[in-house]
């Protein structure tokens, strides 16, 4: 057995987004910077919502991060060993048949809130005799079982919060199995986690309260429990909730804007620690010292400007060969993107230097400008058009309208590119050809 152990654990109820992602990523980098294994298990009990659809695209986005696992296991393939824990635990006594619904619950916990208690469920069914438990039975109502909590405190210490401690009756008893037999998210992780031996549980703080009624669930069971790490989950760049805009941060959407998913790895791997992401780091590079003890207790910002940036240096990198796919159906060829790949912010640019270069695009024309512009048309080189073309159709220009600076080289651009900012035009006008170039100069 290896000496770490981790799991990944999306449901198919829908696509994976940044926050899956870097949960992803760094149990990832955890298992692999210690020689360990990754399990990818498939959390798909939720019948009326889970798809392979969506199970499709969540392994499809997997492979392009660049995540590969160990081993892969599906819930819906396991209800015998759930089954099997629920009997363990009714042997013990430690499951307990409910039948309140959820109507006559919520007015308890409303009844504790008015009172100033915490909203703890009051373990009114113990005190149901066999007799009350099956004339409710009868009367048509199916139990719900709950796992009876010890009384004394859970502690553990936590490798990314530190000593946790929650005190006895500050949680309600946990319901493990619903009316219809399925188990819950409780159980049924806690049973994957035993039997696969998971070594450490890394993901958000949202689940540290679920993590001190698994702890106990653990070692009712005979478990030996992981090690876990709860860190602060992403917020926004203004520091507000992420998880209400995620429409537009699934990976799939992500993948069609143009992001890399090297930077996207990088961002993920770096945020909430001390190291800014370069262009240059990969999984290989990440991997050897990665260290959960390194992220910070702040809530990291995700930042979609900062990641742009970070993609476009990766992007800057890359050769054609490992776009080529994608730069062919926008219309580039390894010539141009090798003229132009250091100046593009996305892949979403690809097609208009493909058109500035091989089509037709908009010029751009300030009125003022109309007379150098054809001053420029009528003073450009013959082809063919080399390396020296450009310089030396500049300092024509510069001898001949005695324009300098911004005022010599903008126009020029504008009318060629149609935009302000671009590759270097002495790699571009080779390409271009001489009779486009021509026509957008005089506006024809």
Not at 166 to 190: I, K, N, Q, W
Request: charged fraction near 30%; glycine fraction near 8%; aromatic fraction near 8%.
């Amino acid at each position: 057995m290896s000496e770490v152990k981790v799991r990944f654990a999306p449901s198919p109820t829908g696509r994976l987004h940044v926050g899956n992602a870097r949960v992803a990523v760094l149990n990832w980098l955890a298992a692999r910077s210690k020689a360990g294994e990754f399990l990818l298990r498939m959390d798909d009990t939720d019948r009326e919502r889970s798809t392979k659809a969506f199970e499709r695209e969540i392994l499809e986005d997997l492979k392009w991060l660049g995540l590969d696992w160990d081993d892969f296991v599906r819930q819906s393939a396991r209800q015998g060993r759930y089954d099997a824990a629920v009997a363990r635990l009714k042997a013990k006594g430690r499951l307990y048949p409910c039948f309140e619904t959820a109507e006559e619950l919520e007015l308890k916990r409303k009844i504790q809130l008015g009172r100033g208690k915490p909203p703890v469920y009051d373990r009114a069914a113990l005190d149901l005799s066999a007799e009350e438990q099956a004339a409710l039975m009868a009367d048509g109502r199916a139990p719900h079982w709950r796992f009876k909590l010890a009384d004394q405190p859970i502690e553990w210490t936590d490798l990314g919060r530190g000593a946790v401690r929650f005190e006895a009756g500050h949680l309600s008893d946990p319901v493990l199995l619903r009316e219809d037999g399925r188990p819950l998210y409780t159980l049924s992780s806690v049973v994957d986690d035993g039997e696969f031996f998971i070594t450490h549980v890394i993901r958000g703080e949202d689940h540290v309260a679920n993590t001190a009624v698994q702890i106990e669930l653990f070692q009712a069971l005979g478990y030996d429990a992981p090690r876990f790490a709860h860190l602060p989950l992403m917020v926004g760049a203004d520091g507000k909730q992420l998880s209400k805009r995620l429409g537009s941060l699934a990976l799939g959407d992500l993948r069609a804007q143009g992001v890399q998913p090297e930077a996207l790895v990088a961002y993920l791997a770096r945020l909430g620690t001390p190291t800014a992401p370069e262009g240059s780091d990969t999984l290989d590079s990440l991997t050897p010292g990665f260290d959960i003890a390194v992220f910070g207790r702040a809530a990291p910002r995700f930042d979609p400007k900062e990641l742009a940036q970070l993609n476009a240096k990766v992007l800057h990198r890359k050769p054609y060969a490992a776009l080529a796919e994608a730069l062919r159906q926008a219309g580039v060829d390894e010539a141009l993107w090798d003229a132009v790949r250091e100046n593009v912010e996305s892949l979403e640019d690809a097609p208009h230097w493909a058109a500035a270069a091989y089509g037709e695009i908009e010029p751009e024309r300030a009125p003022e400008d109309e007379a150098y512009l054809a001053q420029a048309a009528d003073l450009l080189p013959d082809e063919p058009f080399d390396a020296e073309t450009y310089p030396v159709w500049i300092g024509r220009l510069k001898e001949a309208s005695g324009r300098k600076g911004k005022g010599l080289f903008m126009p020029l651009r504008r009318a060629l590119t149609g935009r302000a900012h671009g590759p270097d035009l002495g790699a571009l006008l080779p390409l271009m050809g001489r009779a486009r170039a021509v026509r957008r100069l005089k506006g024809g």
